[in-house]
């Protein structure tokens, strides 16, 4: 189970680092940092996890959009 979960570990890492250098993505990747951290210094559950929900869908867009790029 500990190899498991640091294979999974090492993966996201790869996938932040990659998303990071991605064109704009730093900026927007703050923005959204910023409203989650927003939630829980208002304690504002519903909104941590939207501000979440957001980051990694729109995280995972963008780079899904950079392979895709690279592959046509």
Known sequence: MTK?????SSQLNRF??????????MERSVKEHRKIVEGFKTGNAKLVEKALSIHFKRASEDLKKEITKKTD
């Open 4 to 8: 498991i979960l640091n294979h999974l």
């Open 16 to 25: 932040i680092i990659t998303a990071l250098h991605l064109p704009h993505r």
